[in-house]
Structure formats: C-alpha cells, structure tokens
C-alpha cells in the first residue's frame, strides 16, 4: 500500500534503550504512532498525556503529524531545573569565595604593584 510510512519510536532511561521501527498510515499523528508502537508496555512508567515528544530532536505536540522517516521521540521529565542547579552553584561559589560578589565570575586578583625603576 502507499499510503503507509516508516517511522521510529524511541524512549531511554538510564537502564534501557528502546528505538521501535514501525510502518504507520500517511497522516498518523506523533501520539498514534507512539501508541502504534507499544512503547509504553515495554516502559509502562510513560505517562503519554502528560509527557513531552519530539520529532528529530524537536519539542511538538502529539498532535503533530509524522512524515516518513520521521523518528518520534518521548521524552523523561527532568529531574531537576538546569537553571536553578547553575544558581545554587553560583550562589556557593560565592560564598566559598571562588567567585565575584557582584559579577558572579571569578575573582579579580590583587593586580601587582607596578614598580618605577630608581
């Protein structure tokens, strides 16, 4: 038939890798695909309604249709806030006083004197 598409499922954890080629039909939409693909009995910790897929590496919605070749990917949630981690850590290396107080880089150190020959 050519009103059917090949296309990948992936989802990982730290312990398992799952990449699911399936063929699906032309017009499928990424959450089709994803159900098509029985992802989630092999990871049943998939919580689909609530969680982020993507396309190529690119954030969609699940209503976002597939193309051929298209690799459909489901995305974990983050454990912890990039942003807030690089805060905690600028704010103590501040405090240990490995960086500027008010840059927030590091140190300026003691500039040497420059002395003037006799």
Do not use: F
Not at 6 to 18: L, W
Request: net charge neutral; hydrophobic share 35%.
């Amino acid at each position: 038939m050519d009103n059917l598409i090949n296309v990948e499922v992936a989802y990982a954890t730290p312990e398992k890798q799952s990449l699911i080629e399936l063929t699906v039909p032309a017009g499928s939409t990424a959450e089709q695909a994803i159900v098509a693909s029985g992802v989630m009995d092999i990871h049943p910790e998939i919580n689909l309604p609530d969680a982020k897929v993507g396309i190529w590496n690119r954030v969609c919605k699940p209503s976002a249709e597939v193309q051929e070749g298209d690799r459909i990917e489901v995305y974990r949630p983050l454990i912890a806030d990039p942003k807030e981690v690089r805060k905690r850590r600028a704010e103590k290396a501040i405090q240990e006083g490995r960086a500027d107080k008010v840059t927030g880089g590091r140190p300026n150190q003691p500039k040497a004197s420059a002395q003037k020959p006799s």
